[in-house]
């Protein structure tokens, strides 16, 4: 049974840059899913932010596209999050997860990680 | 993008009540629709994937229907571990879009 990780630090200056990893143990992450990012905050309900697949491509979501970059280490079995120019509006539990291959559901979820951006 | 909207937003119910939440998108999403619960402090986790396939693990008495623009998540007899939030989430287009979710408490 796969099993994912998040780790980063959970505050955040306004205008720094968010930066998750997310562990990938008890399956490889070279499979045919994509690994995906989702948060979570009371304004905003869940948002799924962005996915990547084993080979490097990514999918954003327009609404962050021009902040946010997924990237895939193999090696590792882990891939990444990093959010730049961050607000208040960006607090919030982010969790990684993985979509399942043919239909973008999401089968396996870490634990989630709070992030809060304040001065 | 798709907007999902669910109904009701919260709802109040009983061990052994049989309970219906809906979730309807703004355009025709197919099938391509999944139904999660959320415990409070954990994520969530995937109960119904395409509208109708229950995901390993999960109880029978958790059921889900509907295909186009409304579908919905059906509990047949509440257990004391069902009272959760639930959402569901479009997967027919990106970006993924989920519902504002449905806080189930007990009556």
């Known amino acids: 049974q796969v099993q994912l990780q998040e780790s980063g630090p959970g505050l955040l200056k306004p205008s720094g840059t968010l930066s998750l990893t997310c562990g990938v143990s008890g399956g490889s992450i070279n499979t045919r899913n994509w690994w995906t990012w989702v948060r979570q905050s009371p304004g905003k309900g869940l948002e799924w932010i962005g996915e990547t697949y084993h080979t490097g491509s990514t999918n954003y979501n327009p609404s962050l596209k021009s902040r946010v970059t997924i990237s895939v280490d193999k090696s590792k079995n882990q891939f990444f999050l990093k959010l730049n120019s961050v607000t208040a509006a960006d607090t919030a539990v982010y969790y990684c997860?993985?979509?399942?291959?043919?239909?973008?559901?999401?089968?396996?979820w870490g634990l989630g990680t709070l992030v809060t951006v304040s001065s | 993008d798709i907007q999902m909207t669910q109904s009701p937003s919260s709802l109040s119910a009983s061990v052994g009540d049989r309970v219906t939440i809906t979730c309807r998108a703004s355009q025709g999403i197919s099938n391509f629709l999944n139904w999660y619960q959320q415990k409070p402090g954990k994520a969530p986790t995937l109960l119904i994937y395409d509208a109708s396939n229950l995901q390993s693990g999960v109880p029978s008495r958790f059921s889900g229907s509907g295909s186009g623009t409304e579908f919905t998540l059906t509990i047949s007899s509440l257990q004391p571990e069902d009272f959760a939030t639930y959402f569901c989430?479009?997967?027919?287009?990106?970006?993924?879009?989920f519902g504002q979710g449905t806080k189930l408490e007990i009556k």
């Open positions: 989430q479009q997967s027919h287009m990106l970006p993924y879009t």
């Open positions: 997860a993985r979509g399942h291959t043919g239909g973008k559901y999401f089968d396996s």
